[in-house]
């Protein structure tokens, strides 16, 4: 896919509810990320805006939420990225937990707007009935997200690639499929689609990153 320069691209959302295998059309890229098929023509000048990978979970892990509401989570990315654009470079979404790279408009690093805006309109859209803390309860919240996330600021263009090869393995790494491409909710089916990667892609899943994997923030 090919944008403007430093402007965002918007996909076509290829995501059907109706097709278990279809996947989450969440992914652009800019020229300025091409760098992941070829690492020697990574033009480091034409970078603009600072690149995050963030890992989210939900306060309850036992349950599968995102994957359940998938169409919702996709939406209230959209609602986001309407008044704060901002460009997911990679993502993958497990029931509990997701991972994501984006890049923000150059001169602004408000994830944090972004990531709360998300999560309320995800929160918002969903039944009510979950277990609340008390303090939750207290002031009003919803108890659907743990309250922070993981955030990591992508150093250069070899700790990007690590990172979304990070994002495509994880499905197969928490054991949900064996093969990457069978895992629906994942930016790896662009990623082949626009022939950066094979359909049989692997990786290497013994790279060990510390990704926030697993923990309770609140
Ligand atoms: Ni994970």
Same mark, same amino acid.
């Given at each position: 896919?090919?944008?403007?320069?430093?402007?965002?691209?918007?996909?076509?959302?290829?995501?059907?509810?109706?097709?278990?295998?279809?996947? *989450?059309?969440?992914?652009?890229?800019?020229?300025?990320?091409?760098?992941?098929?070829?690492?020697?023509?990574?033009?480091?000048?034409?970078?603009?805006?600072?690149?995050?990978?963030?890992?989210?979970?939900?306060?309850?892990?036992?349950?599968?939420?995102?994957?359940?509401?998938?169409?919702?989570?996709?939406?209230?990315?959209?609602?986001?990225?309407?008044?704060?654009?901002?460009? *997911?470079?990679?993502?993958?979404?497990?029931?509990?937990?997701?991972?994501?790279?984006?890049?923000?408009?150059?001169?602004?690093?408000?994830?944090?707007?972004?990531?709360?805006?998300?999560?309320?309109?995800?929160?918002?859209?969903?039944?009510?009935?979950?277990?609340?803390?008390?303090?939750?309860?207290?002031?009003?919240?919803?108890?659907?997200?743990?309250?922070?996330?993981?955030?990591?600021? =992508?150093?250069?263009?070899?700790?990007?690639?690590?990172?979304?090869?990070? =994002?495509? =393995?994880?499905?197969?790494?928490?054991?949900?499929?064996?093969?990457?491409?069978?895992?629906?909710?994942?930016?790896?089916?662009?990623? *082949?689609?626009?022939?950066?990667?094979?359909?049989?892609?692997?990786?290497?899943?013994?790279?060990?990153?510390?990704?926030?994997?697993?923990?309770?923030?609140?």
């Amino acid at each position: 896919m090919r944008a403007e320069s430093g402007r965002i691209a918007r996909t076509v959302c290829l995501l059907n509810p109706a097709n278990p295998l279809a996947h *989450v059309g969440w992914v652009e890229q800019r020229d300025t990320h091409r760098y992941y098929a070829d690492m020697t023509n990574y033009r480091r000048s034409r970078i603009d805006g600072a690149s995050y990978f963030f890992t989210l979970n939900l306060a309850d892990r036992s349950l599968s939420l995102l994957t359940e509401h998938i169409a919702l989570l996709r939406s209230a990315f959209e609602y986001t990225r309407e008044r704060h654009p901002f460009i *997911v470079n990679a993502i993958v979404v497990l029931p509990e937990h997701m991972h994501a790279i984006w890049t923000l408009p150059d001169g602004d690093n408000d994830f944090a707007l972004r990531w709360r805006l998300i999560k309320t309109v995800f929160s918002r859209g969903l039944p009510h009935g979950e277990r609340r803390s008390d303090s939750r309860q207290n002031k009003g919240e919803r108890g659907i997200w743990q309250r922070r996330y993981w955030e990591h600021l =992508i150093r250069d263009e070899a700790d990007f690639a690590q990172h979304v090869d990070y =994002i495509h =393995i994880n499905p197969a790494k928490h054991g949900l499929v064996t093969r990457v491409a069978d895992w629906p909710h994942s930016s790896f089916h662009r990623y *082949v689609q626009t022939g950066v990667l094979p359909i049989n892609w692997a990786g290497d899943s013994s790279v060990e990153l510390d990704c926030g994997e697993r923990r309770n923030f609140d």
